[in-house]
């Protein structure tokens, strides 16, 4: 019974640990994904900040020329 047990023990050990470790893979895949669909959003935003910046900036030269021809009218 010793021998068994001996022998059983071990590579329900090995067994678990080695269950465990594919598990404990699979979140870390699935957590890179995540991760790569946060980055690729962050990306997409920063490239939209970007047209919005510049949109921003003619529409402030287009006010500031309304401003200057509101001023020589008035």
């Given at each position: 019974m010793g021998i068994v047990a001996?022998?059983?023990v071990p590579i329900?050990?090995?067994i678990a640990i080695i269950v465990?470790?594919?598990f404990r893979l699979q979140r870390h895949r699935a957590d890179a994904v995540a991760m790569a669909s946060y980055r690729?959003?962050?990306e997409e935003a920063v490239a939209s900040?970007?047209?919005l910046r510049?949109?921003?900036a003619k529409l402030a030269e287009h006010v500031s020329a309304v401003?200057?021809?509101m001023r020589d009218v008035g």
């Open positions: 001996a022998i059983f329900c050990a090995a465990w470790n594919y690729k959003l962050a900040m970007t047209d510049s949109e921003m401003e200057q021809l």
